[in-house]
């Protein structure tokens, strides 16, 4: 039998509209329970968050920042220049979208995120997008989904050698002096959700090599969602 060596709970407020939460890093079982009947998904691993700052063509990992659950370390994007790119990169299966949860420091410009994936030969917009983060014509302005169509044409590519899925994104326009991101969730790829009962407690091992946050909803009505997770 193994031995747990953590554990890590968490209460989740789940209601009509999907809730996004990211499981901790380097934890491989989950066990989830409710009082009501409702809606649970996995969704793909963040792998590796790059940003790449064209005036200097340097890429900076903000991978740890991006994933570990904690409003003490940020994503930077102070003064995000068009030029400059955050990658997002993937295993395989690509979200419909990752929400972003900001920090202290929101964007106040005008702006909008220029969304990108590659096809196999070039870097091209996603379709069917939608900016949850938006806020009086400012991107990055609140917590929110950026959602797309999941492309079906959407290939591997290197990104500062490393081959991955990869989404990107670069700002219309230069950003706030100072903007940060607490956490980018990744949704799942769709919404067919497993269907989970009120009541019962559900536990099961994850393979947390490719999965790296859960989405739930209700079909009506609210209620809250214990959440444990292990690892040895």
Known sequence: MARMKRFYGETISMTTAAAHSMIP????????????????GLAPKLVHVWYFDTSASTYTDHTSKAIDKSSSAHVPLDAMQTGDILYMGFYNDCPRGVYIDMGSNVNAESATLDVEYYNGSAWTDVSGDSDGTDSGGATLAQDGLYAWTVPTDIAETAINGISLTWIRFKPSSALSATVDIDQIIPACVDTNYGYFEAGIEYHYAIDNTKVGAIETDMASGSATLNATYERT
Do not use: N, P, Q
């Open 25 to 40: 890093d380097g934890y491989h079982e989950i066990k989830h329970f409710a009082s009501s009947a409702y809606r649970l």
